[in-house]
């Protein structure tokens, strides 16, 4: 579907109202009645809306002035209650397509199989424990949620950016967001982790623990909306023509590759630009940046359920892919931004349990508590029933049933019938067979004590979160402590401190002693902390305890799995009076070829005069950015521009801060003298004024003879890489 067909899903929210043929009139008058004019909701022209109605120019306000009023009202009423989590969130419309039908020996679901088909999609991104305004760079899991408008009605997967889960039972839920959320008395602290609530909870719910080493990796602080994968989470079924069921898990790959901010950044980010993940998408999409994802698959036969060492309706835990590997099945791409936030990106309203034929649940514990969750939350959202009907929510399929009336109702149903069976609707509307695409549930035997238990097999906390911290480079294991030194640094109980280092102990003495160092207290002898779900002992578990299971897996290092590219990176160009305009053409030229977005930044907004007189304007200056809105920076040569940016004290941090964030940083000629000013420390550097170009760990330096063909390819090549973090060892941030 192109981009024209894809406003038709926005404009239908008429469509609705207009199927008959009074309001198709009705469209016609108001398209007539020159709509330059401002009218009341009612559709009366306006002739002033600077003043309110007086009884005299400096007399009260009259209750008869109808425009005030309904204005006032209106705006009084602009906001509804936000997402008890998810509340901050950014979304974009766009399309999925299969790549082929191979997937239609497992699901009849079409949009899945049919690889001429371009299904409609709309994706919200979010963070979760945050308010509505609060920052996009927290570390925080990420939402990822997406909206399939397909043929055979709504299929909302609604995942995240990690795989796991913190919880096993979605009774849990309400007490890990309380925990996690601000503290009840004063609301303090906003948007994060890092707090004794949440600390404390997770100490005693050992099940957290491989969720936890998630929140605490680079994955929680990710570069951009575009640059992150997306999971489904729980294990789902996939359903056949034929009836025949399989376990699936659901998995975004970005094709932009998964990257991550560095945490001081993200606080500075955080205070500089709120919205810059929310911004970086945007912009994106109006520069024609489409972020673009690969849906894959991961397939388990039914009779395959019990031969993992875990257990797969355990949403704590992932599948190695060297256990089950992906299967790519198709390709998302988000190229068209919202027009109205609030109609669409605030009024969205996601369910894991909106299913189309070819899908179905499991009794994973957790997804099933979902099931309840959803729709009672958007009832409190929107305070009617009738929120299916927002255009942004309304299938593109037909709807026809006889739900009516509730607040807000658009539909105008017709006729006398609104029950069913029944004669005198013609039986209408009849029922689906399922060979006429009506949906009939997965035929699963169930058959069980009531009980308030858990499986056995739920029973193992430590063995994935142990695989996650064995399975990163040396880097990330750094970040990861790191991150613990902060949030549990900001703990001021010292017991949930070694209630959290005891858990560590068990994922890795290694990280437990790591962490011990930058927190104040010893790592625990002998701990033990049982988990207070009632787990009971089945033969499942008898056979999972068998199961296969792998140390080490290949496929959760964001940094083992890095994709190489410098498409839409940002780039920044530091220059003042007297630059060598040849050289910043040739290098500007060659960054935007390769795909990045190449920006002007000086002290002072204007024109920028090079030695040769030619002028280049300004895009942003030292007061209105900073290095951390850039993936890399360049210094262009030139005699007077390198004199004055020595004397800028904001270039020079802007150097020192990128080199400490692990940046790129390419420059040449004079430029070196500006990074030797900027303590770029440890690094080889090209002779001033020699012919040559040096790469080393992601500084390009070219001396003034050298080719500008030959310094951009590798300065291209160092941006591609995104993070250089063997400069980290010495140069660890903050800057
Ligand atoms: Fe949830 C929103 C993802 C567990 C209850 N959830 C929400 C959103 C995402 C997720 C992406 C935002 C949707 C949007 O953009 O509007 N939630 C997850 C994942 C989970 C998960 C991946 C674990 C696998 N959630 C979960 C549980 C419960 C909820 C166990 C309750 C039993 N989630 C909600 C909710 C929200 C929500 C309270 C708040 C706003 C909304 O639903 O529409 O119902």
Not at 292 to 303: K, N, P
Not at 464 to 486: C, D, G, R, Y
């Amino acid at each position: 579907m192109d981009n024209e067909e894809m406003k038709g899903k926005g404009e239908k929210s008429s469509v609705n109202v207009n199927e008959n043929s009074k309001n198709e009139q009705l469209e016609q008058y108001r398209a007539d009645a020159k709509d330059q004019y401002m009218t009341t909701d009612q559709g009366v022209r306006v002739s002033h809306t600077e003043d309110s109605l007086k009884a005299g120019s400096r007399g009260p306000l009259l209750m008869e002035d109808f425009h005030f009023r309904e204005k006032m009202t209106h705006f009084d009423h602009e906001s509804i209650p936000e997402r008890i989590v998810h509340a901050r969130g950014s979304g974009a419309h766009g399309y999925f397509q299969p790549y082929d039908d191979t997937l239609k020996e497992f699901t009849k679901a079409k949009f899945l199989t049919d690889p001429n088909t371009k299904t409609p999609v709309f994706v919200r991104f979010s963070t979760v424990v945050g308010s509505r305004g609060s920052a996009d760079t927290v570390r925080d899991v990420r939402g990822f949620a997406t909206k399939f408008y397909t043929e055979q009605g709504n299929y909302d997967l609604v995942g995240n950016n990690m795989p796991p889960f913190f919880i096993q039972d979605a009774n849990k839920f309400a007490d890990l967001v309380h925990a996690i959320k601000p503290d009840p008395d004063n609301e303090i602290p906003q948007a994060s982790a890092a707090h004794d609530t949440f600390w404390d909870f997770a100490s005693l719910m050992p099940e957290s623990m491989h969720m936890i080493m998630w929140v605490l990796s680079d994955r929680a602080i990710p570069r951009s909306f575009r640059m992150m994968d997306g999971f489904g989470v729980h294990t789902f079924r996939l359903i056949n023509e034929a009836g025949k069921a399989r376990f699936v898990k659901f998995h975004w790959r970005s094709k932009l590759g998964a990257h991550s901010l560095v945490w001081d950044e993200a606080q500075k980010l955080a205070g500089k630009d709120a919205d810059w993940l929310r911004r970086d998408l945007w912009e994106a999409v109006e520069m024609g940046h489409y972020p673009e994802y690969e849906l894959s698959v991961q397939i388990v036969e039914e009779e395959d359920e019990f031969k993992f060492d875990f257990d797969l309706l355990d949403a704590t835990k992932l599948i190695p892919e060297e256990l089950v590997p992906l299967r790519p099945i198709g390709k998302m791409v988000l190229n068209r931004n919202p027009e109205n936030f609030f109609a669409e990106t605030e009024q969205v309203a996601f369910h894991p349990g909106n299913f189309v034929p070819g899908i179905d649940v499991t009794n994973d514990p957790l997804l099933q508590g979902r099931l309840f969750s959803y729709i009672d939350t958007q009832l409190n959202r929107f305070h009617s029933a009738n929120f299916g009907e927002l255009p942004i929510n309304s299938p593109l399929a037909r709807t026809h049933n006889n739900q009516g009336a509730g607040f807000m109702r658009h539909t105008i149903n017709k006729g006398k019938v609104n029950y069913w069976p029944n004669t005198l609707g013609g039986g209408c509307p009849m029922m689906a067979p399922e060979n006429m695409g009506g949906y009939v549930h997965y035929m699963e035997k169930v058959d069980g004590r009531k009980i308030r238990a858990r499986s056995e097999s739920f029973n193992d906390h430590y063995s994935q979160a142990t695989l996650f911290w064995n399975s990163m480079t040396e880097p990330e294991k750094k970040h990861i402590v790191k991150a613990a030194h902060f949030e549990l640094g900001k703990v001021m109980s010292k017991e949930i401190r070694q209630r959290m280092l005891g858990h560590f102990s068990k994922i890795s003495m290694e990280l437990a002693e790591m962490v011990s160092e930058g927190i104040g207290v010893e790592v625990p002898k002998n701990f033990n902390q049982e988990s207070t779900g009632n787990y009971e002992n089945n033969e499942a578990s008898k056979t999972m305890k068998k199961g296969k299971s792998v140390k080490e897996t290949q496929f959760v290092s964001m940094e083992k799995n890095k994709i190489e590219t410098a498409v839409s990176r940002k780039v920044a160009i530091l220059l003042e009076d007297g630059y060598d305009y040849c050289e910043v053409k040739q290098v500007k030229d060659a960054l935007e070829k390769a795909g990045a977005s190449a920006k002007i930044v000086s002290k002072f907004h204007g024109m920028r005069k090079s030695s040769t007189g030619e002028e280049l304007e300004t895009d942003k200056s030292h007061i209105t950015t900073g290095s951390i809105m850039y993936d890399a920076i360049y210094i262009p040569d030139g005699e007077k521009s390198i004199e004055a940016l020595l004397k800028e004290g904001d270039a020079i941090h802007f150097v020192n801060e990128a080199f400490k964030h692990c940046k790129p940083i390419g420059t040449s000629g004079g430029g070196i003298r500006l990074l030797e000013k900027a303590e770029v420390l440890g690094v080889e550097f090209a002779d001033k004024t020699s012919g040559n170009v040096i790469s080393n760990k992601g500084v390009v330096t070219a001396g003034s003879d050298a080719e500008a063909s030959e310094f951009t390819a590798q300065f291209i090549v160092a941006i591609s890489k995104h993070r250089h973090w063997d400069r980290e060892e010495k140069m660890m941030v903050p800057a």
